[in-house]
């Protein structure tokens, strides 16, 4: 199968100084540019904290015959969308005012999930790895998309090495991680679409959580990651209690100042020893 992949998701990070020093917005979608089908998002403008008014785009139609419709205007630098449908997917941009108008923001691609029938996710090199190995993880699909892509949660898009086998019963796609570190711990997931609808993607498949091994043979995943900062904050409460428990035990055997009773135990041991 020729079948290439494309990036499915523009960089929004784009910044472009005008001769007036304004610095481009930043576009970014909460929870995130791939939005499940009848799921709400929002798309948020990030300007300066002075900006004084925003305008936020989408575009519509295809080059040359592109047009900007106008969604926002005005204070608000967020735009929502209550339930993502096809006709949200696409290209949206925007600017913010200071004096002057900024340069327009990098494009937000926004996506739709859940059109399709979900791939199912697997690793060929089992879930936890160690630092150095070379993982794949297999993507396998009855239906005979022509594009898959990979994500990792949490972590920008990127494209992966990937290879394409027909199978009877459908394709299966090989994603190839060399040389992986702990960096690439985390949780996947796979879609599939299609190159004439770039912006309808399938259901997600179920996720798949790679752990990679650290030095001593720890598998570091994020929730791992959590639960040993956890574990950690846990252990210093205890030791800062033991030591405040000792300390007080102490005060009271030896008898500080603030202690009445043991004083007069003090004073008549003085008085003894005169
Ligand atoms: C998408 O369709 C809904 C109605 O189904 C409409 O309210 C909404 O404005 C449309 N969005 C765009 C970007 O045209
Ligand atoms: C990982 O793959 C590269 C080639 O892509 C190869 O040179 C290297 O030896 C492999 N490493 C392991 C541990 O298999
Ligand atoms: C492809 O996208 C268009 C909108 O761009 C939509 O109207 C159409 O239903 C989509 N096709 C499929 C098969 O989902």
Redesign the pocket.
């Known amino acids: 199968m020729g079948a290439g992949f494309w990036s499915p998701l523009s960089n929004p990070l784009q910044l472009v100084m005008t001769m007036v020093g304004l610095t481009a917005p930043v576009m970014k979608a909460l929870p995130g540019p791939m939005v499940l089908y009848n799921e709400p998002v929002t798309i948020l403008c990030q300007g300066p904290p002075d900006a004084e008014a925003y305008k936020i785009y989408k575009v519509e139609g295809l080059e040359p015959r592109e047009e900007r419709k106008l969604l926002v205007a005005g204070k608000p630098n967020t735009f929502s969308i209550q339930e993502m449908k096809a006709n949200w997917t696409g290209l949206y941009h925007c600017s913010y005012e200071r004096g002057v108008w900024s340069p327009p923001s990098g494009n937000l691609d926004l996506v739709m999930t859940g059109s399709y029938d979900k791939p199912s996710l697997s690793s060929m090199s089992g879930r936890v790895v160690a630092p150095?190995?070379?993982v794949t993880l297999q993507c396998f699909s009855r239906m005979k998309f022509d594009s898959f892509i990979l994500t990792k949660d949490g972590a920008p898009q990127f494209t992966h090495r990937q290879s394409y086998t027909v199978q009877d019963n459908g394709l299966l796609i090989t994603f190839?991680m060399?040389?992986v570190t702990s960096t690439q711990a985390g949780t996947y997931r796979c879609y599939g679409g299609f190159n004439k609808n770039s912006s309808m993607w399938s259901h997600p498949s179920d996720p798949l959580q790679l752990m990679v091994r650290g030095p001593a043979g720890w598998s570091v995943s994020p929730q791992n990651q959590v639960r040993l900062s956890l574990a950690g904050l846990f252990l210093l409460v205890l030791v800062v209690l033991v030591a405040e428990a000792c300390y007080s035990h102490k005060r009271s055997f030896y008898g500080l100042r603030s202690d009445p009773y043991l004083s007069v135990m003090t004073n008549t041991e003085d008085t003894r020893g005169i």
């Open positions: 150095g190995d070379n190839y060399d040389s």
